[in-house]
């Protein structure tokens, strides 16, 4: 099974709108974000409010391009792919990096980032690390995605600024050691909103 794989998410037009959509939010609703003093505990946060417009935007690209991706990964069909959540998010400046370590039950599951303009380590995007301690990092364009199993760990350096679009995926039928289907990621899980 592929553990990253990168591709086209939309056209680089589509993504810098949405970008300059959530950038007026965020100049409205979370200043901290634009201060380089301002350090955070988490990576990054959830934007909770966004336009009916960026919505429909987001919900077409979920359900064209974004499903399609994990399924790839999961190596099974886009039928056999349940959506489990899905939220724009900015990238933070850090206290101090860190990595977060995956749990056993993310194996099934999978997160596609498209980047709202460009995005790489230096600006938010972690880089992953398999089980043998191999790192990959990428660099995104605006409307590039990235696909990634959730079973890796994530390093991220401690630097933010990055505009992305995540959503969480699942095969269908998954289970975790209770034999009960998971429906929540538990690297996200609790993730904090952008006020």
Known sequence: MPACLKANGMSPEAADALREELMTWIRQNFPAYYSSAEKFDHPLFRITSISTAADKAFSKYIENIARAQAATILQTTPAAVDYVDQYPIVYTNMKKGKKVMPEPQTMDKVMVILALGKLDKGNGLPSFEDSAQNVRGFALESGE???????????????GGGLAHLSLWTRRGATSGTGTTERTDQAYEGLPEAR
């Open 145 to 159: 995605l990235l696909a990634a199993t959730l079973d890796l760990a994530h390093i991220f350096y401690g630097t």
